[in-house]
């Protein structure tokens, strides 16, 4: 079994949106907090993280990391990468091996220099860049995971298989043609879906859930939501094909 805690499901923003009074920004329902997405995977004692948003210190100690084996990156846009620095206490005693597409592992490099650097600083994250080829599996620890291209707007970006499950967020086209290998055989589909409105490069719900039916997956949770929508309206709506994920939020999925 491999366990998924989702370690936030907001949009680019975070919820509640600084200045905003809306009924979600305002809500006393603790799953309308939604923190910068990303999701901590396990499996017998390894321990994975993709992406590492702005509250990722906050995150890594509510979910009581204690160490990681890897971080995988979706992309480079900063509500997904910009915790980095807090890996450091991960890599005290070796580098930190760092997944993700060439495109997005050289972004971070120019970002965070110093963390990839052979001449480093006392103090900094020590990174050790690892990128992967699409669709093709590569191995973290005990966890076998595969990147699957999607479109994100205009920029090609990764999502990851591991085992019956997927989490592919920040998503505007699935390139379903030449995906279909890797898609087949997905049962738990971890999905961005923004809000109602169509955005240019996020699903809505309805097509999350369209795209979900198309690859035959069992079971949707949303992730990347923002604030136009109450967690207990997308429940109320979807559910239970597809249900919104929820910060804190524990999954246990089955490994093929
Ligand atoms: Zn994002
Ligand atoms: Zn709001
Ligand atoms: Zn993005």
Redesign the pocket.
Known sequence: MTRITFLGTGTSHG???IG???????SSDPHDTRWRSSVLIERGGTAAVIDTGYEFRLQALRAGIMHLDGVLYTHQHSDHLMGLDDLRVFTEKEKLPVYGLESVLSAIERIFPYAFSEMQYKGVPRLRPAAVEERKPFRVGEIVFTAIPVLHGCMRIAGYRFGSAAYITDVSDMLFEENAGSLRGIRTLIIGALRDKPHWSHFTFDQAVEAGRRIGAEQLYFTHIN??TMHSDIERRYAPYARPAYDTLTLEVEDE
């Open positions: 919820i509640p949106v905003c009074t809306c009924p979600v920004c305002r604030h136009a």
